[in-house]
């Protein structure tokens, strides 16, 4: 059934304080940087066709390439691996053998090419830099560099470190309302404290997600 329509009495008018508070020059601003930024983001997207094409001629799996760029966000990249294999052998979707004693042997057969070192000191490099990354953007102590005094590996979490503090710095500049509204959230938590457990599972959650700077999910209407 359609709704009947509402005169002006019926509604308040439109919140428009933002509007009227904003110059022009700022909303160009706006529409500028967020169209460079999208332009970039399309470039940047077919910067990386381009990149998976021209290893693909070169004779890359780089199908295997973007699963595992999808596997190292995991937490247990190993656990995961094991569970699909396990699967997949269950199902029959990879080669198997049965051993005598009923077991089912994954993969027979299975052996790779390694790494020269070259290239295993590249990704470890790499790797301690995206740590370092990671736990400056949930806030974490420079304690977390366990690399050794003096090597290049604690230079590049270091480095890593340093900016996954900017970004995170950069993120919660943009949102000083919503940290704020949640801060005030987690204040009136402590003084009053949850009775059921799904409160308190609610308020654990709620402090968890302050402490990383993330957005807490709106609750459903």
């Known amino acids: 059934m359609a709704r009947p329509k509402r005169t002006n009495g019926d509604a308040e008018a439109p919140n428009t304080e933002k509007a009227s508070t904003a110059k022009p020059e ?36 780089t199908l ?4 595992c760029l999808k596997l190292e966000k995991d937490k247990n990249p190993p656990a995961r691996l094991k569970r699909i294999m396990v699967m997949a052998a269950i199902l029959n979707v990879i080669p198997t053998e049965t051993e005598k004693d009923g077991q089912i042997s994954v993969m027979p057969g299975l052996s790779v090419t390694g790494l020269n070192e070259a290239t295993k000191e590249k990704i470890a490099l790499a790797n301690a830099y995206n740590d370092g990354y990671n736990t400056g953007l949930v806030a974490g102590s420079e304690t977390n560099n366990k690399y050794p005094p003096g090597s290049e590996h604690r230079v590049k979490w270091s480095l890593g470190h340093i900016d ?43 402090g968890a997600l302050y402490d990383t700077g993330a957005e807490m999910p709106a609750d459903p209407i």
């Open 164 to 206: 996954g503090q900017a970004q995170r710095a950069i993120k919660r500049a943009g949102k000083p309302e919503k940290v704020a509204k949640q801060k005030r959230i987690n204040d009136r938590a402590a003084t009053q404290p949850p009775e059921t457990q799904l409160e308190k599972d609610e308020a654990s959650y709620r």
């Open 26 to 61: 700022d909303a160009a601003e706006c529409f500028l940087e967020a169209r460079e930024i999208k332009s970039s983001m399309a470039r940047m997207s077919q910067k990386l066709s381009a990149l998976y094409g021209r290893y693909e001629n070169l004779g890359v799996d």
């Open 64 to 67: 295997s390439i973007k699963e």
